[in-house]
C-alpha cells in the first residue's frame, strides 16, 4: 500500500483506525474496522488502497458472517458513490448494508447506511423516502456514532439551502460539522464547504436569470467558492476534479465576466466533466453559450445553443433545466432566433414552476423529520 501523503492537515481518522487494528485481537471485530478504513480511504481519494482492501475482506469473508458483509457493502457504497458518482450502484450496495446491519443487528452500521440511503434518495427527487432513511439514521445512531450523525446533518442542511432556508441550513452545517471534526473526517467538511458555496451559485445563477443578483449575495458567494476550492487543494481530494472550477466559471457568469468563465468552461473542461454528473453538461453548455452571445461570438454562441438543446433531456434537475432555458432563451434573441426565444422562455418558466412546487415537499419533508427526531437531538454534537 502506498504511504499515506504527509499532508497539511491531519488525516486522524485513518490514523485512529490504524491505531484501532493493530489493538485489535478479534478477527471480525478486526476486518470490520479495516472495512471502516477502506471507507475513510476512499473518501480522501486513496480509492486504489481502499479497493484493494475491500477485495481482501471479500476474499477473508468466506463464512458470510452478517455483520463483516454489511460493512463490506457499506464500503463498495462509499467506493461508489466517490469514484463513479453512479448513485444507482451505490444506493443498492448501501441498501444490502443496511440489511445485513439489521441481520447483525448492528446499530451503527445500520445508522450510517441509513444516512448515506437518505442522500441516494434526496439526489433522486425521492423526497418522502429520504424523510423516512433520515429518521432512521437518527434513531439507530447514538450522539458519538459521527457517521451517522454528520451524514444526516449535512442532508438537512443541504435540504434547508434547498429551500432557501439559509440561516436554518447553517446551524445543521454546524451539527454536521462539529460530528467531522469529532471523527477528524477532513473528506467530510471539505464536502461540506462544497455544498455551502454550490447551492449558493445555483441560487445566484437562478436569481441571475430572473430578475437579477444582488451584490451582497454575490460577495458570500465569492468567499464560499474560495474557502471550498482552497480547502480541496490543500486536501489533494480528487472527488471533486471539475465541479469546483465549473462551479467557479458559473459566478463569473453571474458577475457577467464573460471571458474568464470561458476560459474554464473549455471543451476539454467539459470532456472531462462527462465522466462525472453527465447531468449537468447540457446546463453547463449553455452557460457557456450565454458568455459567448454576450461577448459577441454568434457562430460558436449558436453552436452551443443547439449542442444544450440536443442534450438537455440529461438534464434531470428542474431548477438546472429551468436555468438552461432561461439562457438558451436568451441567447436565441442575441442570435435573432425569435421561435427559439419564447419557446425557451416558456419552457423555463414551466421548470421553474416545478421546482417550486418541489421546494414545497422539501420543506413538508424538514417540518415531519424535525417533529419525528426532535427527542434525539438533546446532544447533536
Not at 464500503?75 to 444507482?88: S, V
Request: with cysteine; proline share 3%.
Amino acid at each position: 500500500m502506498r504511504d499515506i501523503r504527509p499532508d497539511a492537515f491531519s488525516l486522524r481518522s485513518i490514523q485512529y483506525l490504524d491505531d484501532a487494528i493493530g489493538k485489535c485481537h478479534d478477527t471480525t471485530e478486526r476486518l470490520v474496522l479495516k472495512a471502516k478504513k477502506a471507507v475513510s480511504l476512499v473518501s480522501h481519494s486513496y480509492t486504489f488502497e481502499a479497493n484493494e482492501i475491500i477485495q481482501e475482506l471479500r476474499v477473508l469473508n468466506h463464512t458470510y458472517d452478517p455483520r463483516l458483509t454489511g460493512w463490506i457493502n457499506y464500503a463498495e457504497g462509499i467506493f461508489e458513490h466517490f469514484e463513479t458518482l453512479d448513485n444507482k450502484k451505490a444506493k443498492s450496495k448501501l441498501n444490502r448494508g443496511l440489511l445485513f446491519s439489521q441481520m447483525a443487528m448492528d446499530r451503527e452500521l445500520a445508522g450510517a447506511c441509513s444516512a448515506w440511503v437518505a442522500h441516494c434518495d434526496f439526489v433522486d427527487g425521492r423526497i418522502d423516502a429520504a424523510a423516512s432513511n433520515i429518521v432512521k439514521a437518527f434513531e439507530w445512531s447514538e450522539p458519538d456514532e459521527h457517521e451517522a450523525r454528520a451524514r444526516a446533518s449535512m442532508l438537512l442542511a443541504d435540504a434547508f439551502n434547498a429551500v432557501d432556508q439559509v440561516s436554518t441550513s447553517r446551524y445543521w452545517f454546524r451539527v454536521a460539522r462539529n460530528h467531522a471534526s469529532s471523527a477528524g473526517d477532513m473528506a467530510m467538511q471539505n464536502v461540506m464547504l462544497f455544498n455551502i458555496a454550490a447551492y449558493s451559485v445555483a441560487r445566484l445563477t437562478l436569481n441571475d436569470c430572473r430578475s437579477g443578483a444582488d451584490p451582497s449575495s454575490i460577495r458570500r458567494a465569492s468567499m464560499e467558492v474560495a474557502s471550498a476550492s482552497n480547502l480541496n487543494s490543500a486536501l489533494g481530494i480528487q472527488a471533486l476534479p471539475t465541479l469546483v472550477p465549473t462551479m467557479r466559471a458559473e459566478l463569473f457568469i453571474v458577475e457577467k465576466r464573460w471571458s474568464e468563465a470561458i476560459s474554464i468552461l473549455t471543451d476539454r473542461t467539459l470532456e472531462i466533466a462527462s465522466k462525472s454528473p453527465a447531468r449537468l453538461i447540457p446546463k453547463v453548455i449553455a452557460q457557456r453559450a450565454w458568455c459567448r452571445a454576450n461577448l459577441g461570438d454568434l457562430k460558436a454562441a449558436e453552436a452551443d445553443l443547439h449542442t444544450s438543446l440536443a442534450a438537455c433531456a440529461d438534464c434531470s434537475d428542474d431548477d438546472d433545466r429551468a436555468v438552461l432555458h432561461f439562457r438558451l432563451s436568451g441567447v436565441s434573441r442575441i442570435v435573432d432566433r425569435p421561435d427559439l426565444e419564447s419557446k425557451n422562455l416558456e419552457t423555463a418558466n414551466e421548470y421553474f414552476l416545478r421546482f417550486t412546487e418541489h421546494q414545497a415537499s422539501i420543506r413538508a419533508m424538514l417540518e415531519s423529520v424535525l417533529e419525528k427526531i426532535a427527542c434525539r437531538l438533546k446532544n447533536p454534537a
